[in-house]
């Protein structure tokens, strides 16, 4: 009897093929789109190119359809929970609107912050806060919401103030012990957490002091003759006839901190957060609601959770800073999430994305090369399977065996791991950080792209300290 069909080994220019396909349809796209190419074209794209290796898959390959099938849709659970955290952070970003929570931070942040000093002052800011409470997304749906309002408000471009954000945000992600990338890292490579937090302070300091160095560097230039105190007087007084601005209401930022903080799950976290601005609109904000029923205010929170805020102020600058979030706001980088988690489900059930991973892999001559391997590899899988925690797993398990053959500790891969794979998610537009950065701060990814320098450097210091035998830790003999 004849047995089942034979599956054919992917060649490595054949892996190669749905990438090449993909980022052609993804720049046709950003050409004839511009920026708003992230509101379907990409999501079209990508589901082409997931088509494409597909076809690849069951006719060149030989492989059952349900098979490849079955690991795409395991690829896009993966993702269930990115997607719940990003709708409700748009709930959360629309009761905080409406509540007073965002525009009493942005007042502050006017008031308090001088222009000169903000970027540093963002970036900071961000740092401690992702430290604090190991998350980055928290942290950039939260205070990074606020921060691009006073940034904004200061007269500076907004995809500035989001790399100075984004640095700041995976900073602290990526040296938290509560962070779940800076756990899974030293879980896959073999090592202790603190071990590998310790091992990162070699490439993450000099990465992250540069980057002070940077932003201190553009405040104090780009301040000079860009900032209008009296345009910034103008949004103070636009938000103050608008809303009660009063410090309590920075208490449920805190509180939202606070939870965090306490190993309390994001989920959870966010909702109280959301809930919390509901109650703000509510109680303290009557001006949002003209004098309306109870019931008419409740159906007008929840209506501004689902759809999001709308400021109308006759004040361009503060309704544009005022307005958004919404859990229907964040509808299509959902779906850019889901379309760029079937892709990379496909490329790996065919055998495509391991082969070129191990193509890679034959590159590798010796601990530096084999270090730069590893941050290369993490930086492809952000690119094709759209997912930080799949770029660690997958190349932290491809590359194991590779560090004790060469006799070096697994905390030099735990940290290639973190940074080549952690930092570099929220700079590709379709994986599920870059989807979400953009979808909350409400900036393209490749707009903000240039300016995380963080996130930027990182590798590039990990390369370099690799390339010149710095910094690596080596098991002793036998």
Not at 74 to 87: D, F, N, R, W
Not at 163 to 176: E, L, V
Not at 407 to 419: G, I, K, V, W, Y
Request: net charge neutral; charged share 10%.
């Amino acid at each position: 009897m004849d047995g089942p069909p034979k599956t054919a080994r992917p060649t490595l220019w054949l892996s190669l093929l749905p990438l090449a396909v993909l980022l052609a349809l993804l720049i046709f796209n950003v050409a004839l789109f511009g920026d708003d190419a992230t509101a379907g074209p990409n999501q079209i794209a990508i589901l082409l190119a997931a088509m494409f290796a597909g076809l690849i898959g069951r006719f060149v390959l030989k492989l059952e359809y349900r098979a490849f099938e079955a690991r795409a849709i395991k690829s896009i659970v993966l993702a269930m929970e990115a997607v719940l955290i990003l709708l409700i952070v748009g709930a959360l970003i629309g009761t905080w609107l409406i509540g007073g929570i965002v525009p009493t931070m942005v007042y502050y942040g006017i008031k308090l912050i001088s222009p000169s000093v903000f970027l540093l002052v963002a970036c900071l800011v961000c740092s401690v806060v992702s430290l604090a409470i190991g998350s980055s997304w928290s942290t950039m749906g939260t205070v990074g919401v606020a921060l691009l309002g006073i940034g904004t408000a200061l007269a500076f471009p907004p995809p500035l103030v989001c790399g100075a954000i984004i640095s700041g945000a995976y900073f602290g992600d990526k040296m938290s012990p509560l962070s779940d990338t800076t756990n899974l890292a030293p879980a896959v490579a073999g090592t202790d957490l603190f071990t590998h937090i310790r091992h990162m302070f070699y490439t993450t300091i000099p990465a992250y002091t540069l980057t002070i160095i940077i932003f201190t560097t553009i405040g104090l230039f780009f301040s000079v003759g860009e900032y209008d105190p009296h345009k910034a007087d103008e949004i103070v007084n636009a938000i103050q006839a608008q809303f009660n601005v009063q410090p309590y209401l920075l208490l449920v930022p805190a509180a939202v901190i606070l939870l965090v903080a306490w190993r309390v799950p994001a989920i959870p976290a966010l909702v109280v957060g959301a809930i919390l601005g509901a109650v703000a609109a509510l109680v303290f904000q009557p001006a949002q609601f003209a004098g309306a029923a109870w019931t008419a205010r409740y159906m007008r929170v929840v209506e501004v959770a689902w759809g999001g805020f709308e400021l109308s102020t006759g004040n361009d600058i503060v309704d544009t800073l005022l307005s958004g979030g919404g859990m229907m706001g964040m509808v299509s980088t959902v779906l850019l999430i889901l379309m760029a988690m079937l892709f990379g489900g496909v490329m790996e059930a065919t055998g495509m994305l391991p082969r070129i991973a191990e193509a890679i892999l034959h590159l590798v001559r010796g601990a530096g090369s084999l270090i730069t391997a590893t941050i290369a590899s993490c930086v492809l899988v952000n690119l094709t399977a759209s997912e930080q925690y799949l770029s660690i797993v997958i190349a932290g398990r491809m590359f194991r065996g590779a560090y004790e053959r060469h006799r070096l500790e697994p905390r030099n891969l735990s940290r290639a791991l973190e940074d080549g794979g952690t930092v570099t998610s929220v700079l590709v537009p379709w994986n599920t950080c870059g989807a979400f950065a953009s979808g909350v701060l409400g900036v393209a990814t490749l707009a903000y792209l240039p300016f995380c320098f963080f996130n930027l450097l990182c590798p590039v210091v990990a390369v370099t300290m690799a390339s010149l035998g710095l910094a690596i830790k080596r098991l002793p003999e036998a």
